[in-house]
T-cell receptor, first 115, second 113 residues
């Protein structure tokens, strides 16, 4: 079935380190792909998205490229900050029929950045 | 424009009681989705509603859980006779259309004691 697999956490980095969180997906059809961020005690906020193959989503220094050949959407940031500490969720959306708008989430990756 | 509002933020219920979770979508949004987040897990889809209609409830447990989105007022997720396994964070998201970006509320954290 349709699903998302993302890198297990937790991930602990020093400030200004490079970040990669891996995400791969299984889907029938052509999904849209998303990264959401959840700060402690808060709801999910959309971080970035890509709607078709080879699209690159970017926001706040984070980037992810929709790779159809490897069914991946890895999240990267060149230099993390303490304020990036949060849980990151990869998700896909299949816009067909009754599943229109429904999101399928990975398990989430906890990121902690130390000063 | 206020965001998606969920209340209460925290809810404690004893086993066997009923839990009612409310979600007021963003202004102009007529599509509502409910998700459940169990500890250490990602969000799992529960139900998709439009005003007065349930579009997809394939993620809802068959018993004790129900959802509605009336013509007026918030969407309600109702859990009857709660059990400890119902303890989780319940998130609501709304969108103006089925294939458009969904905005999430801050969630209701249900604890069953």
């Amino acid at each position: 079935g349709d699903s998302v697999t993302q890198m297990e956490g937790p991930v602990t980095l020093s400030e200004e380190a490079f970040l990669t969180i891996n995400c791969t997906y299984t889907a029938t059809g052509y999904p849209s792909l998303f990264w959401y961020v959840q700060y402690p005690g808060e709801g999910l906020q959309l971080l970035l998205k890509a709607t078709k193959a080879d699209d690159k989503g970017s926001n706040k220094g984070f980037e992810a490229t929709y790779r159809k050949e490897t069914t991946s959407f890895h999240l990267e940031k060149g230099s993390v900050q303490v304020s990036d500490s949060a849980v990151y969720f990869c998700a896909l959306r299949l816009d067909r029929g009754s599943t229109l708008g429904r999101l399928y989430f990975g398990r989430g990756t906890q990121l902690t950045v130390w000063p | 424009n206020a965001g998606v509002m969920q209340n209460p933020r925290h809810l404690v219920r004893r086993r066997g009681q009923e839990a009612r979770l409310r979600c007021s979508p963003m202004k102009g949004h007529s599509h509502v989705y409910w998700y459940r987040q169990l500890p250490e897990e990602g969000l799992k889809f529960m139900v998709y509603l439009q005003k007065e209609n349930i579009i997809d409830e394939s993620g809802m447990p068959k018993e004790r859980f129900s959802a509605e989105f009336p013509k007026e007022g918030p969407s309600i997720l109702r859990i009857q006779q709660v059990v400890r396994g119902d303890s989780a964070a319940y998130f609501c998201a709304s969108s103006p259309g089925g294939g458009t970006e969904a905005f999430f509320g801050q969630g209701t954290r249900l604890t069953v004691v």
